[in-house]
């Protein structure tokens, strides 16, 4: 990954927190209007980088935001800032990646291009208090604010693609959005899904990495909210989430959903360093994007092939994860009771 100088800057002003608005303001990113012909993945990555102003009641959260997209060019290479979009084959379902407290969403950079070399649209803010370049330092318990964030990242870039300039206009399609995070991020990522705290109707599909249910931010999980599919992965030697911290997540959860269980993986292993296990976590993830944001039969086949690898990784929809997949029998710290 490089260091991204900031392109644009989004000011936006919301009638309430719990309400984002669907435009977020303005932006000083400069509108391509270059089109190249269309293509199919994988595609070259551009990059940008936003300043998203969130005003809540007086104060203002700052979320640095860096975006990665489609472009034109040859496949392959490292994301190139202000690359021209590859308009042609768009718009693109919208991915909003949260990263893991304590961590830097470049940490996820393998993943974060393979997404978006995949056709979709990356947002991966910052949320404050949480990465550890913070000058105050990084204080877990803002996490309670993190779902409103998110919800304000995706009304900001939704309202930057409706937008009638911009690098970023026309570039997503809006009624395709997921949401990916790991460990806080996974946390952060399910209550804007499945918690009544905190839902989002825009958002259609979840990847949870390492993810758990938390009472800190309230309301009830799965109770009366409407089914969003689900891809919980897990690592079986994980021991800051555990694994039953996600076979909790999978077992509430109503269907669709599916499990990917890394054997012998610890928390952070099979998402930010090289290897075979992140290279199934790019598959499965892909795969499930494109089933549920793309509509392909063809992915949601693949993704149960991809994530059954003999000694490395197993994979279920059934209705309740079993023992050949993870250990069972213990708690989730900081989980509600389930």
């Not at 993190?146 to 809006?174: E, M, N």
Request: hydrophobic letters at 40%.
């Amino acid at each position: 990954m490089v260091v991204l100088l900031a392109l644009g800057t989004v000011a936006a002003v919301l009638a309430s927190r719990s309400h984002p608005s669907p435009s977020p303001g303005t932006t000083t990113t400069q509108s391509t209007t270059t089109t190249a012909a269309a293509s199919g993945p994988p595609f070259a990555v551009g990059s940008l980088s936003l300043t998203l102003r969130e005003p809540v009641g007086s104060t203002v959260r700052v979320l640095p935001t860096t975006v990665y997209y489609p472009a034109t060019g040859a496949a392959g290479g490292a994301p190139a800032a202000g690359a021209t979009p590859q308009r042609g084959a768009g718009p693109y379902p919208l991915v909003v990646f949260s990263e893991g407290y304590d961590i830097a969403p470049q940490a996820y950079g393998a993943l974060l291009d393979a997404w978006a070399a995949a056709g979709y649209v990356v947002a991966a803010p910052v949320y404050p208090l949480t990465d550890p370049a913070e000058p105050g330092g990084v204080n877990e318990s803002d996490i309670v604010n993190h779902p409103a964030d998110l919800r304000y990242v995706i009304s900001a870039l939704v309202g930057l693609t409706q937008a009638s300039g911009g690098d970023l206009a026309g570039l997503i399609r809006p009624n395709a959005i997921a949401v990916i995070g790991h460990s806080d991020g996974g946390d952060v990522s399910l209550a804007t899904v499945a918690n009544t705290c905190c839902t989002d109707p825009r958002i259609s599909a979840a990847i949870l990495l390492s993810g758990a249910e938390l009472t800190s931010f309230g309301g009830q999980y799965f109770a009366g909210t409407t089914a969003v599919p689900l891809l919980v992965v897990q690592g079986t030697a994980d021991t800051i989430n555990p694994p039953e911290c996600s076979v909790q997540i999978y077992d509430a959860a109503p269907s669709p959903k599916h499990y990917l269980s890394l054997f012998g993986e610890s928390h952070t292993g099979a998402y930010l360093p090289a290897g075979p296990a992140r290279a199934v976590v790019e598959r499965v993830t892909i795969d499930f994007l494109d089933a549920y944001l793309k509509g392909s039969r063809a992915a949601l086949a693949r993704m149960a092939r991809d994530g059954t690898v003999p000694g490395l990784a197993g994979m279920t929809s059934a209705p309740t994860v079993t023992a050949h997949l993870v250990p069972l029998g213990g708690t989730c710290p900081g989980a509600p009771p389930g």
